[in-house]
């Protein structure tokens, strides 16, 4: 339980709290979060900003440390930018608890960029739908949920985007024809959203349009074909990333990069092995991750062993 010292520390608007000391609010118990709310919704608003804010990186920096409970609180706060890091500290939580909440989040009347935030959120679980790792209902959640704001052509665009993002890994005939036409709109964000939602499907029908705008002059859309090119893992997709790593724009370079440490093979571990030893400098790092990737997923226990 965090101490009564700690939540003095915390409630003092003066008061810097060390890093270490946010392991208090780890794991905290029903009781232990009542404790921490009590203080929690007594602090000013830059408070509560400076603190989850902290509380975020602190996570990302150590991994034991959960404060999945505080995060679950702050969904319903009413600070945007609170509720908005608190969508991002339950990225790696795969608690289906939270689903209701970022439904209501996306479904509110908050700003574009909170609920799409949610949209995003809510996209992981629709991965572990595709896995056969969550219920049926919450699967039905998910999908009505997420294609009410699809077909509700008065929702703002980048809302709808990131819906159809996260509802393709359900890949349905009729999320797939959003797909589609979302793919013929003149608005390159959404088409960009169009063709990383082809790669989330786990479609391999989609390969060749997504290696036809390998070619595209626009480096956003060359930069997305490649990615979902390495989320379908098509061994087919791989001699036409290989003109990736000559791209003008170094972000696409890095997409063809993760393309091929994902799709793996033969001719993607030769193609990284000769740009780690005659490619450019900037790239040799990525690429060396990139065969280290395909190595452990050919033989994780050889790869351990050589470690």
Known sequence: MPSDLFLETLNDETAAIPVAEFAEMSDLSP???????????????????????????????????????????????????????????????????????????????????????AAVALGKFAVLAQEGKLLARDVNTLHNSLMAVLQDLDQPLEVRRRSLEAVAPINTSEIRSLVSEAFESDDLELKSSSIFAM????????????????????????????????????????????????????????????????????????????CIRDGDASLEDAAKMELENIEFMEDPLGFASGV
């Open 31 to 117: 009781s232990e979060l009542g404790e921490f709310a009590r203080v929690w919704f007594g602090m000013e608003e830059d408070r509560q900003r400076n603190i989850i804010t902290a509380m975020v990186e602190a996570a990302e920096e150590n991994a034991e440390l959960d404060f999945s409970a505080v995060f679950k609180m702050c969904l319903r706060d009413k600070d945007e930018f609170v509720l908005e890091k608190a969508i991002e500290g339950l990225w790696e939580n795969e608690d289906r608890s939270v689903i209701p909440s970022l439904d209501q989040v996306l479904h509110s009347d908050r700003s574009p960029g909170v609920r799409a935030a």
């Open 199 to 274: 790669g989330r499907t786990g479609e391999p029908d989609w390969l060749p349009l997504l290696i036809q705008e390998l070619d595209s002059p626009e480096p956003s859309i060359r930069y997305e074909s490649a990615h979902a090119c390495g989320e379908l893992a098509e061994e087919d997709a791989v001699p036409h990333l290989i003109p990736l790593l000559e791209d003008d724009d170094y972000q696409v370079q890095l997409a063809g990069i993760n393309a091929l440490g994902k799709i793996g093979g033969d001719l993607a571990k030769k193609v990284l092995i000769n």
